[in-house]
């Protein structure tokens, strides 16, 4: 494509279209449905749509949260959180745990979903959910910009330290069978969300030494 082709904008300039393209191009993304409880233990469940994994081992995972809000404040707290797979069946409750509850409120009530006690941890699995990490807070801290100003943004990472699976997402051959779960991600645009699907899946290995052509 030639350069003269391409729309180029500056972010700190604005981006001149109808709506923000940053985070349609940047997805679909996993989404980050986060428990947590504060310091007296009322709990606290809401989705994010900054969420990915960042290393195998120890296994890390990471969100990220535009504005303070409880979920940060509890992490920060108590130094757990806990990851709850988003399914296509759960779509409705996960979006209801992302409504402006006043403070205090339990989004797990709200949204008709069961607390389930955590292995290692204090706070509370989706039940409901057929995948969990529990997760212990490895770093919380505020981002900033290139030149060093603070953005109302709160990166936290944390090392999954138990992991449950429904076990019928566990094939016959003892693969996790990830589209089984019918996952969602989050897209662009106000409520755009995209399910993983079985006829979408496809494989690609990563070449060996033996692939590369010569020079």
Known sequence: MAAADAYVYHPRDGHGLAHDPFNSIVGPRPIGWISSVDAAGRRNLAPYSFFNAFNYTPPIVGFASTGWKDTIANVQATGVFCWNLATRELAQAMNMTSAPAEHGRDEFELAGLTPAPSSLIAAPRVLESPVNFECR????????TAAGEAVETWMTFGEVVAVHIDRRLIREDRVYDAPAGRPI?????????????PAAMFEIFRPTKTDIPAA
């Open 137 to 144: 807070v490895t770093q919380s801290f505020q981002l900033t």
């Open 185 to 197: 991600l989050r897209w662009g645009g106000r409520g755009d969300y995209i399910a993983v699907e």
